[in-house]
């Protein structure tokens, strides 16, 4: 059984729709959710996390519905929606304090071994921080209660060439712990470097959910890295 | 729901919130409309919802391991709390006016509204309004205050109008009673208060979950 299915989302916006979005993730796999800007990756992810309220469809964490066990569920999953954007004035050490208040589970080593590894001082506050290092701070909260789950809208934008490639290092070590992580992105580099699957989402619908393999020898032509074979397919849609 | 409730006091709350309790001694002003009180300490709690919004807290909220509808109750638990220590304070203050100084003449020759358990019902009453018209409106978007601020001041000053009015109605002398005269009338204007708080809270805490449920952070 998948740990994570979305089945058939639909959300409308006077300017854009999703369409029917389904996929599933699965136990110790990384898959990376790709798409052009405005493609309805962030649409998509904020209604795993039931924070766009979709007009159809459902999510289930480990075969129970998002809807009804909400709480539950956001206990054993793990989520970053970009940068940490709320009290830009609050020192991280009084935030982290009162998120960490919400999980049984926190885990203070691995929330202490992650500020060092992403050299945050936990006595600045969010509005002291670059876009990048917001980012690394949201994920040390999503990575501190040991989610067997990680949903992460755009982990590894903003972050230096050094940072991005220690985090995505970290997926895979997290992948080996069995955990199951979505991470969206427009660098296909990060896909190339760790992902198992590959959801490809354009104008609101789901191009493409397979493995990475699959992905390229199904949707790549011969010497195509994943960069151009993205390039070429979105090109094609917009040349008619 | 603990631990929201502990979130909101510690990180969300205005220190305004706790500061403007301190306005539940306008009970022992003479000559003053003295429901005034029982819109400043409202006033606390629009600082903190105002604080909540400059701080994106409900997204915050939202992210954390609780249900959505829990965020809303937190809240609402949150203003609660606030207006029922205003009371608290409020009724302390009312019960010595109502026994030590009841012959005082600076409040037996006082034309405003006296404080005694008719002025503890409206209290209420303003407290319930609140939750209705300014909490409830905040929530339909979860973002914009201003509106329903607004909405809460007309009705607010209407309340207190009909307040300070209602005991210079002839008939209606004895809302204004003294100490524990007229006890059934004072109870009964207490209960109606009471009762006011109770519905409008609840009817609003229920219209304010239906809301936050739809609305796309």
């Known amino acids: 059984m998948s740990i994570v299915e979305v089945d058939r989302l639909s959300k409308e916006y006077p300017a854009f729709r999703l369409q029917e979005v389904s996929f599933a993730l699965e136990e110790g796999r990384i898959a990376g959710f790709i798409g052009r800007n405005g493609a309805g990756k962030t649409t998509t992810i904020k209604s795993m996390l039931n924070l766009v309220h979709p007009l159809s469809g459902e999510v289930r964490y480990f075969g129970l519905p998002l809807k009804d066990n909400e709480a539950a569920i956001k206990q054993r999953i793990g989520y970053s929606t970009g940068t940490v954007n709320y009290y830009p004035k609050k020192k991280l050490k009084d935030l982290a304090a009162v998120t960490r208040s919400f999980y049984p589970n926190w885990d203070e080593a691995a929330w202490r071994e992650y500020m060092t590894l992403f050299s945050l001082d936990e006595n600045k506050a969010p509005a002291e921080l670059s876009e990048g290092m917001k980012v690394k701070c949201n994920l040390a909260v999503a990575l501190s209660h040991r989610a067997e789950v990680l949903i992460l809208d755009e982990p590894t934008s903003g972050l230096d060439p050094f940072s991005r490639d220690e985090l995505l290092d970290m997926f895979l070590m997290l992948k080996e712990r069995g955990v199951a992580i979505l991470f969206s992105t427009h660098i296909t580099s990060d896909l190339e470097k760790c992902a198992d699957d590959i959801i490809y989402i354009r104008e609101g619908a789901i191009v493409r959910a397979s493995d990475t393999e699959s992905f390229r020898r199904e949707l790549g032509e011969a010497g195509e890295t994943l960069e151009e074979t993205m390039l070429r397919l979105e090109r094609s849609v917009r040349h008619g | ?217």
């Not at chain 2, 303003?126 to 300014?134: K, R, S």
């Open chain 2, 1 to 217: 729901m603990g631990k929201l409730l502990k979130k909101e006091m510690k990180l969300s709350a205005s220190a305004l919130s706790y500061i403007f309790l301190a306005f539940a001694l306008m009970t022992l002003i003479p000559g003053y409309p003295i429901l005034m009180g029982s819109f400043f300490i409202v006033f606390g709690i629009f600082q903190s919802v105002q604080r909540c919004r400059e701080n994106n807290d409900v997204v915050y909220s939202a992210l954390l391991p609780v249900a959505k509808c829990d965020v809303v109750r937190a809240k609402y638990a949150f203003a609660v709390l606030i207006e029922g220590c205003g009371f608290v304070l409020m009724t302390a203050l009312t019960l010595l006016r109502m026994t030590v100084l009841a012959d005082s003449p600076v409040y037996r020759t006082n034309v405003m509204m006296n404080a005694n358990f008719v002025y503890l019902g409206f209290v209420l009453l303003v407290f319930g309004v609140f939750n209705l018209v300014f909490l409830g409106g905040f929530f339909r978007t979860a973002y914009y205050f201003g509106k329903p601020f607004i909405a809460f001041l007309v009705v607010f000053f209407v309340t207190v109008g009909i307040a300070e009015a209602l005991h210079h109605i002839p008939g209606l002398e004895a809302v204004n009673a003294f100490g524990f005269t007229e006890m059934p009338l004072q109870l009964a204007f207490l209960a109606g208060g009471a009762a006011a708080f109770v519905l409008l809270t609840t009817f609003s805490q229920a219209a304010s979950i239906r809301h936050f449920e739809k609305i796309d952070l």
